[in-house]
Every structure is written in structure tokens, then in C-alpha cells.
């Protein structure tokens, strides 16, 4: 799949992330996916069959909901694994990350927030290549809330500022 950015987008889904194809973004945005947990719970899901059942490890308090959990993000398909995925976009995963894949590469960043689960079906080698960002600065995330103090940006050229502070006279 391909999409046009013309500025950073960011996606939040409610539940679970399912990306089965590979993802290319072109133009000047940066695309975010982040899963939250509503109304489920993520899970390890160690057999592999894309639902909680005996044997799978819960993250956090006990399973309820639905079968399939929440806040988890399938790096390919439980049921279907694929051999490659290039995607060019970060990931904030609220639940558990599984990979379904033999083969993942990730140009931008992955957050967890509970742990990553290789399925029994694939391979599961997984290479976060990280954003080369052509701006050059750190700029606010689409959907997120500025909180804290200011973040450290890039160094700035300024013919009215020195570089050391001027030592005291005597």
C-alpha cells in the first residue's frame, strides 16, 4: 500500500493492528500507528491462532473481553504469515507486538509497552531501521499532547549569540 503524506499523519485504533502488506509512504509526512487497548486485554499469543487460549501469556490484569484482546499489533497475519514486510511508518504499541512474518523491517521507530511475540509459523527477525529525517529538527507527534520541559533541537548558527560566555574583567 501506498500513501501520499503531504504532513504527518497519525492513526489510533481502538483494538488491534493487523498490517499484512507492506506499507510505503511518499511525500513529506511521517505516518504513526498506535494501537490502544479498549475493552480487551493484550496477550502473548504463543500458538499463534490470532485469539486467546490456554497457553497464551496476558499482559496486565485477568483476560476479559474479546477473544482476539486488545492493543496488540500482527506484523503480518496470524492465520496467513507472509515471508516480507517493509513498512515505513512508526508503531506505539499499546499491548503485546507479535510477528508473523519471517522478515519485518520498520523505517521509523517502534514503541512497546509490553513485549514482542515471534508465532510459531514464522522466523520472526524484525530490523527497526529508524527515521533519516531530511528536516533535521524535532517537531511535535500529530495526536500526541506537549507535556515537560522544551526538548533539546539541533544547534542553530546565530551571529548575535557567542558560543562561550565572555569571562568576567578584574
Known sequence: MRLLLSDDVTFVVEGNVYLGRSVETVGAG??????????????????????????????????????????????????????????????????????ATDRASVLGSILLCHG???????????AVLGYSDPRGERVLLPGFVAVGSPRPGCLR?????TLYPVAPVR
Not at 514482542?116 to 524484525?126: E, F
Not at 548558527?157 to 549569540?161: L, T
Open 116 to 126: 514482542g511475540t515471534v508465532l510459531p509459523s514464522s522466523r520472526g527477525m524484525l
Open 30 to 99: 511521517r505516518l504513526t500507528i498506535v494501537s490502544e487497548i479498549a475493552g480487551g486485554v493484550p496477550f502473548a499469543d504463543r500458538d499463534g491462532n490470532g485469539r486467546f487460549s490456554p497457553g497464551d501469556v496476558v499482559r496486565g490484569s485477568l483476560f476479559e473481553g474479546p477473544l482476539e484482546g486488545g492493543g496488540n499489533v500482527y506484523l503480518g497475519l496470524p492465520r496467513a504469515p507472509c515471508t516480507a514486510l517493509s513498512l515505513k511508518l512508526s508503531l506505539l504499541v499499546g499491548g503485546e507486538l507479535h510477528l
Open 157 to 161: 548558527r546565530s551571529n548575535k549569540q
